[in-house]
């Protein structure tokens, strides 16, 4: 079994969140757009925390599709290409096999030595 350093270091990055929101319970004012609320701190640090961490989660799910739609097009390239390959060899197989029995059908033919003259 695989240690998963990735897994570990979520895990004490979480733990340590979660200790940083509990020591802060005090209420502090937050800004929105529209108005102020008071707010327990351990509330606002949690929901930050979360907040990113589902934005992060987004954008590596967005990533991935996206990397996976270019690997299937990049696949289907190379398979297209493997196929020209295949036809363009066969094509050369047969160019050079009606080359040589060109040949040979001009080595079997009798030479006529006589350059342009009466054959008589």
């Given amino acids: 079994m695989k240690f ?16 940083f929101a509990i020591v802060n319970v005090d209420p502090v ?8 609320a008071e707010w327990p701190l351990i509330i606002v640090i949690l929901g930050s925390a979360l907040l990113g961490a589902a934005v992060s989660g987004f954008v ?24 020209k390959i295949a036809d363009q ?18 080595e079997a033919e009798p030479r006529d030595n006589n350059l342009g003259g009466d054959s008589r």
């Fill in 89 to 106: 060899q066969n094509e050369i197989a047969t160019l050079q096999h009606a080359a040589s029995a060109f040949a040979s059908d001009l």
């Fill in 60 to 83: 590596s799910m967005f990533r991935s599709i996206m990397q996976q739609r270019k690997i299937k097009r990049l696949e289907r390239e190379v398979n297209d290409k493997e196929l």
């Fill in 4 to 19: 998963q350093w990735t897994l570990l270091l979520g895990l004490i990055l979480a733990i340590v969140v979660a200790w």
């Fill in 29 to 36: 004012p937050v800004n929105y757009v529209f108005g102020t």
